[in-house]
């Protein structure tokens, strides 16, 4: 697979608007297990490579385990995750495939779980990593 595009090099003010995004959710107050989880599960729905090789590292270095990298997409079908991290996931999942909506239950869910600012954090981060997938895989960045 060949790059299309290098987007940093070609419109570096562009990507310093997406690592702002990034300098602020490192800021958050949102636990930095749950940020990976977001980050990992918009990026196996959008099928994107590079962010699921670039975040499952970065879950690992923070002490995230194996087995709940590998059911991430089936966590449904497990009792790996708390109450308040599906909330997040089932989110993550919902704001990903926007088409479809964001049900009034799953946004109640999670607002159970988090005050405004924590739960406004949590949206940013489920949009910042969407946006990050599309531009990895609409440029074809190389894994690795």
Same mark, same amino acid.
């Given at each position: 697979?060949?790059?299309?595009?290098?987007?940093? &090099?070609?419109?570096?003010?562009?990507?310093?608007?997406?690592?702002?995004?990034? %300098?602020?959710?490192?800021?958050?107050?949102?636990?930095?297990?749950?940020?990976?989880?977001? %980050?990992? *599960?918009?990026?196996?729905?959008?099928?994107?490579?590079?962010? !699921?090789?670039?975040?499952?590292?970065?879950?690992?270095?923070?002490?995230?385990?194996?087995? *709940? $990298?590998? $059911?991430?997409? @089936?966590?449904?079908?497990?009792? !790996?995750?708390? &109450? %308040? &991290?599906?909330?997040?996931? @089932?989110?993550?999942?919902?704001?990903?495939?926007?088409?479809?909506?964001?049900?009034d239950a799953t946004y109640q869910k999670a607002a159970g779980f988090f005050n405004e600012k924590e739960l406004a954090q949590i949206i940013m981060a489920i949009v910042t990593i969407n946006a990050w997938n599309r531009i990895a895989i609409t440029s074809k960045t190389i894994v690795g």
């Amino acid at each position: 697979m060949e790059n299309r595009i290098n987007i940093q &090099e070609v419109e570096p003010a562009a990507y310093q608007a997406m690592f702002g995004l990034e %300098k602020y959710l490192s800021t958050s107050k949102v636990d930095p297990i749950l940020l990976e989880l977001i %980050k990992m *599960r918009a990026s196996q729905i959008n099928g994107c490579a590079f962010c !699921l090789n670039m975040h499952s590292a970065d879950a690992r270095k923070i002490g995230e385990t194996e087995q *709940r $990298l590998y $059911l991430l997409s @089936a966590w449904r079908e497990t009792n !790996l995750f708390t &109450e %308040k &991290e599906q909330a997040v996931i @089932a989110l993550t999942e919902e704001v990903t495939l926007i088409a479809n909506h964001v049900s009034d239950a799953t946004y109640q869910k999670a607002a159970g779980f988090f005050n405004e600012k924590e739960l406004a954090q949590i949206i940013m981060a489920i949009v910042t990593i969407n946006a990050w997938n599309r531009i990895a895989i609409t440029s074809k960045t190389i894994v690795g």
